[in-house]
């Protein structure tokens, strides 16, 4: 069993940047793949970034290359997500997922994670 917890979410400027954390228990961290997904009201979870279970490899939503970036620190159980530059319509919960499954690339797909955190908000204001 894999929980999951994010931190670093709040309210910023258009522009501003903001820091996302995603602390994860258990000891097969540094095995899986994780992923960062968004959910704005009224629509779809969408996906935002993943990485690949050693970091080497990473992918992003067309919408957020170039301004946000993946990354994890496998000694500290933590995957990041660094987001610079932010809009208004980047307004949404942000989550956190690792799959069930060990040593993948990083999916864009929602249902190839079975690991979920809670999820944190954030509020870009224009």
């Known amino acids: 069993q894999v929980q999951l917890v994010e931190s670093g979410g709040g309210l910023v400027q258009a522009g501003g940047s903001l820091r996302l954390s995603c602390a994860a228990s258990g000891r097969t961290f540094s095995s899986r793949s994780m992923g960062w997904f968004r959910q704005a009201p009224g629509k779809e979870r969408e996906f935002v970034a993943a990485?690949?279970?050693?970091?080497?490899?990473?992918n992003y939503a067309g919408a957020v290359k170039g301004r946000f970036t993946i990354s994890r620190d496998n000694a500290e159980s933590t995957v990041y997500l660094q987001m610079n530059s932010l809009k208004p319509e980047r307004t949404a919960v942000y989550y956190c997922?690792?799959?069930?499954?060990?040593?993948?690339?990083?999916?864009?797909?929602?249902?190839?994670?079975?690991?979920w955190g809670q999820g944190i908000q954030v509020t870009v204001s224009s």
């Open positions: 990485i690949s279970y050693s970091g080497g490899v990473t």
């Open positions: 997922a690792a799959p069930s499954w060990r040593y993948g690339t990083g999916s864009y797909d929602p249902n190839e994670y079975d690991y």
